[in-house]
């Protein structure tokens, strides 16, 4: 399995929690606000950004193992 579907999973997931938290709290708790941004939207949404990156990837690699014919064919060194 890609490394790349549970991250991107994971990091989407976690991403909406908290960009969901971060507008559902509001104004009520200043110690998430820094000069006015809320901390828990901006990251959330950072972290579903890179998340869906992620899942994009995963999506877009070929499935399957590599083989020796995707190499390119060259002298080998070290005989």
């Known amino acids: ?3 790349r579907l549970p991250v991107g ?8 929690l908290l960009v969901v938290y971060g507008l559902v709290s509001g104004d009520l ?3 998430h606000m820094i000069n006015g941004l809320n901390v828990n939207v ?7 950004v890179f998340g869906v990156t992620m899942l994009v990837l995963a999506r877009r690699a070929p499935s ?4 020796t014919a995707d190499q ?3 002298p080998r060194r070290g005989h």
Do not use: H, K
């Not at 901006?42 to 579903?48: D, P, Q, T, V």
């Not at 399957?64 to 083989?67: F, I, N, Q, Y």
């Open 1 to 3: 399995m890609d490394i």
């Open 9 to 16: 999973a994971i990091f989407t997931i976690y991403g909406v």
């Open 29 to 31: 708790e200043a110690r």
């Open 42 to 48: 901006w990251s959330g949404a950072g972290m579903f």
């Open 64 to 67: 399957g193992p590599r083989s």
């Open 72 to 74: 390119p064919a060259g």
